[in-house]
């Protein structure tokens, strides 16, 4: 073996031995991606973990649904799900202004998840309502939810371009801000269109 | 003179029973004050444990087992809110109560994960400093290998004896 390659063979080896060693290194601080965006996933799934959603329900049947948080904030957040009720009237969260509804919270559930982390929470919900006596109204009375009776007391007008009564279940998603100690509208909430059946 | 003293003593009993009763029962069958009380040291307390949490996540911790706890916690702080917002009192100091004391020792166990996780941190930064110096220790053994075997080969090419 020539000189010439015993020079080639000392590079190769040199250069493997130096990115071996150097490869904790490497690992550490080249192959680590910084992160660029930091959001919030919300989402609502249906019975069987997709976006196949229950539309007609009817009174005292229950319905699984599966609400998964994705945190991407960059640390550990505090959540928190407002539950609202509202008739077709009533006012909804507003995707343009980014404000959440006027309606009053029926409940909230508040969890914690820690970043780069999703947290799938199932909820289990039912409805009792009652036809008004003249049956144009539908008395929205109690939403049951996880086996809490939440008093809804809502009345829905019958929708005769559509013919049912239409109620809207729909959740919202606050954040703890910890620089004021309070929860606020993190600008997100999923919602469904309900068709209550009698 | 019997059944005075018999009468006396039954109401003695009942009078001590009831005493007892106030006594001992007022924590139990808690009013909107003591309900409204447990709920914020409840807050407070969890509030407390985000910041550990925070804290123990930055410094690159694993705070897996910890989300869980903090996060049972705040499901029954949830529950007492909503009890107390249906003027269940009672039931909203139960749940505040046990949302409190599921974080019992909770702080400190954020803070050894967090102490852990400076360690094993010091340690990562250890190997990749050490990492780095072999290294460029191996190019520069490398390097004036070459830079030998290269002077050997000139010569080489000049004529020079081999040695």
Same mark, same amino acid.
């Given at each position: ?5 015993? %020079? ?30 930091? @959001? ?78 999703? @947290?799938?929470?199932? +909820? ?18 109690? +939403? ?6 939440? %008093? ?22 606050? +954040? ?23 | ?10 109401? &003695? $009993? ?22 409204? &009380? ?6 407070? &307390? ?33 529950? $007492? ?15 505040? &109560? ?46 004036? $290998? ?18």
């Amino acid at each position: 073996m020539g000189l010439q390659q015993y %020079k080639m063979l000392l590079l190769v080896v040199t250069i493997v031995s130096a990115l071996f060693v150097a490869s904790p290194a490497i690992q550490q601080l080249l192959l680590v991606y910084p992160q660029t965006t930091y @959001l919030t996933e919300f989402s609502l799934l249906g019975p069987y973990h997709n976006a196949t959603y229950p539309y007609n329900f009817t009174v005292g049947k229950n319905y699984r649904l599966y609400f998964d948080v994705e945190n991407r904030l960059g640390s550990c957040a505090y959540y928190l799900i407002q539950v609202k009720f509202r008739n077709q009237t009533q006012s909804a969260p507003d995707s343009f202004n980014h404000t959440s509804s006027n309606q009053p919270s029926l409940d909230s559930i508040s969890f914690f998840v820690a970043d780069k982390e999703t @947290l799938e929470l199932p +909820i289990d919900i039912s409805f009792q309502y009652k036809l008004g006596g003249n049956k144009t109204e539908l008395d929205m009375q109690n +939403i049951i939810l996880n086996g809490t009776v939440l %008093k809804a007391n809502t009345l829905i007008a019958w929708d005769s371009q559509r013919k049912g009564f239409y109620g809207n279940l729909f959740f919202e998603l606050w +954040i703890f801000n910890d620089a004021i100690n309070v929860f606020q509208y993190h600008q997100r909430y999923v919602s469904l269109w309900l068709n209550m059946t009698t | 003179m019997i059944k005075y003293l018999k009468a006396s003593t039954s109401i &003695t $009993a009942i009078m001590i029973l009831f005493i007892t009763t106030a006594l001992f029962a007022s924590p139990v069958l808690a009013d909107q004050q003591s309900a409204q &009380t447990a709920i914020s040291s409840a807050k407070n &307390t969890i509030k407390s444990c985000y910041d550990a949490v925070k804290e123990s996540e930055a410094a690159g911790a694993n705070v897996d087992s910890l989300m869980v706890t903090l996060n049972d916690a705040a499901g029954l702080l949830s529950k $007492a809110e909503l009890a107390y917002a249906s003027n269940d009192y009672h039931s909203a100091y139960s749940y505040a &109560t046990q949302s409190k004391s599921k974080l019992n020792g909770f702080i400190s166990q954020a803070t050894a994960l967090k102490e852990t996780a400076i360690n094993n941190d010091n340690q990562n930064f250890t190997i990749i400093v050490l990492s780095i110096i072999g290294s460029v220790a191996i190019l520069c053994v490398g390097t004036v $290998a070459w830079i030998v075997l290269n002077r050997k080969d000139r010569k080489n090419l000049n004529g020079s004896p081999t040695v």
